[in-house]
């Protein structure tokens, strides 16, 4: 397993319809991406695990530069 973490946490939150989940590279931070719809769902999985929850929301609009 990656870095002795027990990947079975992946796959616990794709079933629960995370649209992806992974460790990053040197953990112990662990993401995912979800819809709306099973936001919920996949901060339960979180919420018994150490550490802290970050809900962020996506941003679509194009990148722009502001000139100085």
Sequence with gaps: SILNSDPSLIMKL???????????????????????KNKSRIQKE???????????NINNKKAYVHEL
């Design 46 to 56: 979180f919420s018994g695990l150490d550490g802290r929850v970050m809900v962020s």
């Design 14 to 36: 794709l079933e629960k319809g995370a649209l992806c989940a992974t460790i990053s590279g040197n953990g112990p931070s662990i993401m995912a991406i979800t819809d709306k």
